[in-house]
C-alpha cells in the first residue's frame, strides 16, 4: 500500500449487493485502487456486479480473493460476516486491514477484533446508506456522498488501521462518526432497527384501511418494503437494544393514547409539539 | 346554480389555508364558479390567499360571505367547523349545499346534518391531501389531483347534493370515494391519525439519537412536522378510534418484539416478509 492518501494496490470486497458493489464502483472511478475484485458464492451475481462497473475481477474463491489484498471488505448479509471472517483470516497478508459494513456492530467487532488479533487488523464500519431494493444491479456511484458512515473505536483498534478506514470513507463522501460499538448498537437501535419493526407494524396492524393509504402513511412505511432476510438477521444480531428502544418507544405511545383518550387538550398539545421541535432539529 | 356539469354562481370558502386556498386556485384557474369569496378571522390571511389567486373576493363577514353563495366550503381547523356550520346556518340560501374538509367526519356529519336539515343540505368531504406546512401561502393549483377524497353518506344524505359535492371533487381530479362517516373515522385512524402519534413518538422516545438519524428515520417520521394545534383537534374529534388503532398496533410490535426477543428466526422473517407484501400492494 502506497502510504500517500489511502490509496490501494488491491482491494478485495466478499460480496457484491448494492453496498459492496457500490463501494466497488466508487474506488474504481475515483480510481482509489488498482484492482478491485469481487468475491462472492454466485457467479450470477459476480457476474451483475462486474456488469455495472463494480469490480475489475471476479473469483468464487475466497483464498484467491484476499490473497495479496491491502483492504478487504466484507459486505455480506450481517449474520454471515463473523464466519466468513474466520475463513479468510488464515489467507490475508499481514499487514492487510479488514473492515465490515454491517448494520450492527458489538457481535460482528468483538469477534472480528479477535479473529485479526494476529493477522492483520480489524476496523468495523456501518455506512447508513442503501435502498429497499438491493442486489449487485442496484450498487450506485456516489451512494456513500453526505451519508453518516459508522467506524468503531474500541480499547483494541489499531491506530493505522482506524486512520486508514477512516480516510477511506473520507474518500467516499461520507461523514466519518467513531463510535464504540456498544454505542453504535444502541444508537441504530433507536434510528434504524426499532424503526424497521415499528413501520412493518403498522402495516400489518392496518392492513384493513391499507387500500385508503396516502402519501403520509407511504412515507411512514417505506422502510417496510426491505428485504426480510436481511432485516430478520439484524434484529436477530442486535435484540436486546431494539427490545429495550421498543418498550421506551410504547411509553410514550401509550402516554399519547392515555392523553388522548382523557381528552387532555394541552397535554396531547405539549407532545405534538415537542415532537415537531425535536423532528425539525434533524431537517 | 346552472344545471350543466357543477358550476356555481357564488362559492364561499371559509377558512383560506392549504386546503380551502388549494380549492380556491383550482375553482378560479378552472372557472368552475363565477366567484369564488374568501371569508376568514384575519384579514391578513384572507389577503395572502387572494394574492396567491385563491379567491376574487374577500370578507370579514360570515353572514355576507355565505349569502347567496350555491356551494360553502367549511375549510377551518376541525374542532371550529360545528360551531361554524351554526353561525352560518340562518343566512344560507334555501338550495345551497354545504361541505366541510375536516379531517374526521362522524362528529362533524352529526352535526352538520341537523344543523342543515331544514335549509340547505350538507355532505362532509375529506381530501386526502396538503404538506406539513399549511397556512395559505401554501395553497397549490392541482393539489387534489390523484389523491383520494372521501364524502360521506348516511341515512340522511341529500341525493342531489351527494351528487354535486362528487362532481366538484372529481373536477378537481380526485378519486371520489363514498363512506360512513363511522367507516371513515376508523379508517383515517388507521392510516393517517395513529400514524401522526406513532411518528412523534418515535422522535420523543429516540431523541438521544436523534442527530444520528439517517433518510429512513426522516420519511418514517416527517408527519411529526405537522401542525400540533391542528393534529391536537383531530386527535380530541377521534379520540375512540384513534386509542382503538393504537392498541392493535401495540399488539403486533410487542408480537414482533417477543418473537426478536426469543430470536424466534422463522416468525421474524414471516412477520417482516408479511409486511412487506401487504406495503408492496399500495405501492
Known amino acids: 500500500?502506497?502510504?500517500?492518501?489511502?490509496?490501494?494496490?488491491?482491494?478485495?470486497?466478499?460480496?457484491?449487493?448494492?453496498?459492496?458493489?457500490?463501494?466497488?464502483?466508487d474506488l474504481r472511478r475515483k480510481r482509489l485502487a488498482k484492482e478491485v475484485v469481487g468475491v462472492g458464492r454466485r457467479r450470477s451475481s459476480l457476474l451483475k456486479a462486474r456488469s455495472v462497473g463494480a469490480v475489475d475481477r471476479i473469483t468464487l474463491s475466497l483464498d484467491s480473493g484476499v490473497k495479496d489484498?491491502?483492504?478487504?471488505?466484507l459486505?455480506?448479509?450481517?449474520?454471515?460476516?463473523?464466519e466468513l471472517g474466520k475463513r479468510v483470516a488464515p489467507f490475508v497478508k499481514e499487514d492487510a486491514i479488514v473492515t465490515d459494513v454491517g448494520?450492527?456492530?458489538?457481535?460482528?467487532?468483538?469477534?472480528?477484533?479477535r479473529i485479526f488479533s494476529k493477522r492483520a487488523a480489524f476496523v468495523g464500519s456501518h455506512p447508513m446508506a442503501g435502498s429497499e431494493k438491493g442486489g449487485p444491479l442496484s450498487a450506485t456511484a456516489g451512494l456513500f456522498k453526505e451519508k453518516a458512515c459508522f467506524i468503531t473505536k474500541t480499547g483494541r483498534t489499531d491506530t493505522r488501521?482506524?486512520?486508514?478506514?477512516?480516510?477511506?470513507?473520507?474518500?467516499?463522501?461520507?461523514?466519518?462518526?467513531?463510535?464504540?460499538p456498544k454505542g453504535h448498537d444502541r444508537v441504530v437501535a433507536q434510528i434504524s432497527h426499532a424503526v424497521h419493526v415499528i413501520a412493518s407494524s403498522l402495516v400489518v396492524s392496518n392492513r384493513a384501511a391499507l387500500r385508503h393509504a396516502?402519501?403520509?402513511?407511504?412515507?411512514?412505511t417505506r422502510i417496510a418494503l426491505s428485504d426480510p432476510a436481511?432485516?430478520?438477521?439484524?434484529?436477530?444480531?442486535?435484540?436486546?437494544?431494539?427490545?429495550?428502544?421498543?418498550?421506551?418507544?410504547?411509553?410514550?405511545?401509550?402516554?399519547?393514547?392515555?392523553?388522548?383518550?382523557?381528552?387532555?387538550?394541552?397535554?396531547?398539545?405539549?407532545?405534538?409539539?415537542?415532537?415537531r421541535k425535536l423532528r425539525r432539529g434533524i431537517n
Open 103 to 113: 448494520s450492527t456492530k458489538r457481535y460482528i467487532v468483538e469477534n472480528l477484533e
Open 75 to 82: 459486505a455480506t448479509p450481517v449474520l454471515r460476516i463473523v
Open 69 to 73: 489484498a491491502d483492504l478487504i471488505i
Open 1 to 25: 500500500m502506497k502510504k500517500s492518501k489511502s490509496r490501494f494496490n488491491k482491494v478485495a470486497i466478499i460480496g457484491v449487493g448494492e453496498i459492496g458493489g457500490s463501494i466497488g464502483r
Open 230 to 275: 436481511m432485516w430478520k438477521d439484524i434484529c436477530l444480531s442486535n435484540s436486546r437494544e431494539i427490545a429495550g428502544t421498543l418498550d421506551g418507544f410504547m411509553r410514550v405511545v401509550r402516554r399519547f393514547k392515555g392523553a388522548i383518550s382523557r381528552k387532555d387538550t394541552a397535554r396531547v398539545l405539549k407532545m405534538f409539539d415537542e415532537a
Open 161 to 180: 488501521a482506524l486512520r486508514v478506514i477512516r480516510q477511506f470513507w473520507v474518500h467516499l463522501g461520507a461523514r466519518v462518526k467513531e463510535i464504540s
Open 214 to 220: 396516502a402519501s403520509g402513511f407511504r412515507d411512514a
